[in-house]
C-alpha cells in the first residue's frame, strides 16, 4: 500500500532557492507535493506557485494541495519539460525552478503500476497512464539489439547484452516476476547476488525508455534556466548519475566565464558567467533522513542561482 510521502531533502532545497512572499515558484513535478507544501508557505499570500506533472494521480493530489495552500495555485498535467514550454510561451519567468526527478514513492508503491521489482504486477511502467507506451511494449516488441542498447544506455548494466537476448528468448512475457526471472537468467550467478537486487538497473533503464525522462531532462533545463529573471533560482534533486550528471554538466557549463583557448594573452570571447553555484558539490541526506526515509540515499540536491544574460558569442 502507498506509504506517506516524505518529500526529500525538503529543508535543503527551501534553503537553497530562498523563497520570498509574493514570489512565483514552479514545481516541475508535483508528485506527492511534500516539496510544495514547504515552498508554498514561504511564498504566502500574494505568492504563486505552479505545479507540473503528468501522472494523473498526481493532479488528484494537487486538488487537495491548493485547497489548502497558503498561496496561487495551478496546476498543469503535462510532462515538465512541454508544461515549462508551456508557460515560457505565456511569458511566465519564476524566481525559482525546482525539480524532484526520477519516480515518486507514491508511484512505486502502487504495485500495479509496475514500477517494482518487488511486487508481481502487469508491466506498465507509465508515469502518464494515458500515454501509449508501456513496459511491455518496450520489452516484448522492441528489437534486442535495441533492448540491450536501452538496459546498457539507461541502466549502465554490464549484463545487458545476456538479459536482452534472454528477455527476447522467453517472450512474450506479461509480469514483473516474469520480467524479473528473465533478467537473472541474463546474468552470470555470481552477479545475482550482492550488490543489490539483480533487476534494479534493468528496471530503472526500462522505466527511463517509457517515459523519455533523459530527453525530457535535457529540454527542460534550457527551457528552465532561459525563464529565469536575474537573481532567479534553479534547484534538481536526481536519484540516478544519468539525471545528476546532466543537472552537473548544464550548471557548471553556466558558471563558466571565459572560453578563450588558453594560448590567447587576454580574453576575446568576452564571456561572463551566467550561473552562481550554489552547491559547489551535491548535497546529500543526512544520516538521520536517510533513517527515517531509506530511500532518499541516493539523492543528490545542485542548485544555481542566474548572475548575468550571456549575450557573448564564445569563441
Given at each position: 500500500m502507498p506509504t506517506e510521502h516524505q518529500p526529500v531533502l525538503a529543508t535543503?532545497?527551501?534553503?537553497?532557492?530562498?523563497?520570498?512572499?509574493?514570489?512565483?515558484?514552479?514545481?516541475?513535478?508535483?508528485?506527492?507535493?511534500?516539496?510544495?507544501?514547504?515552498?508554498?508557505?514561504?511564498?504566502?499570500p500574494g505568492g504563486t506557485l505552479i505545479c507540473i506533472d503528468r501522472d494523473p494521480a498526481a493532479e488528484a493530489r494537487y486538488e487537495a494541495f491548493a485547497a489548502e495552500a497558503p498561496c496561487e495555485t495551478r496546476f498543469i498535467a503535462a510532462d515538465f519539460a512541454a508544461g515549462l514550454r508551456t508557460l515560457r510561451g505565456e511569458g511566465i519567468h519564476p524566481e525559482m525552478v525546482y525539480m524532484d526527478l526520477g519516480m515518486s514513492s507514491m508511484q512505486v508503491d502502487a504495485w500495479e503500476r509496475g514500477f517494482s521489482y518487488s511486487y508481481d504486477a502487469p508491466l506498465d511502467m507509465r508515469m502518464d497512464t494515458r500515454q501509449q507506451l508501456s513496459a511491455a511494449d518496450v520489452v516484448n516488441e522492441w528489437p534486442e539489439s535495441r533492448l540491450a542498447q536501452v538496459l546498457r544506455r539507461f541502466g549502465e548494466e554490464r549484463y545487458a547484452g545476456g538479459i536482452a537476448r534472454e528477455i527476447s528468448r522467453r517472450r512474450p512475457l506479461a509480469t514483473t516476476s516474469e520480467l524479473v526471472d528473465a533478467i537473472k537468467a541474463g546474468m552470470p550467478a555470481s552477479a545475482r547476488f550482492g550488490g543489490g537486487h539483480p533487476a534494479k538497473k534493468s528496471f530503472q533503464a526500462i522505466r527511463i525508455a517509457v517515459n523519455g525522462e533523459l530527453d525530457s531532462l535535457d529540454d527542460a533545463l534550457p527551457t528552465a534556466w532561459g525563464m529565469l529573471p536575474l537573481g532567479g533560482r534553479l534547484g534538481t534533486i536526481a536519484f540516478h548519475s544519468l539525471e545528476d550528471r546532466r543537472a552537473k554538466r548544464f550548471l557548471a557549463e553556466r558558471a563558466r566565464g571565459c572560453v578563450c583557448p588558453p594560448e590567447l594573452p587576454v580574453c576575446v570571447c568576452g564571456r561572463e558567467p551566467e550561473a552562481e553555484l550554489l552547491t559547489r558539490r551535491a548535497v546529500a541526506p543526512g544520516p538521520d533522513e536517510i533513517a527515517a526515509n531509506p530511500r532518499s540515499r541516493s539523492a543528490h540536491l545542485r542548485a544555481a542561482v542566474k548572475v548575468s544574460e550571456n549575450l557573448a558569442v564564445e569563441a
Open positions: 535543503e532545497l527551501t534553503e537553497l532557492l530562498a523563497p520570498q512572499p509574493g514570489q512565483t515558484a514552479v514545481d516541475c513535478t508535483f508528485g506527492g507535493g511534500g516539496h510544495a507544501r514547504r515552498i508554498a508557505a514561504e511564498l504566502g
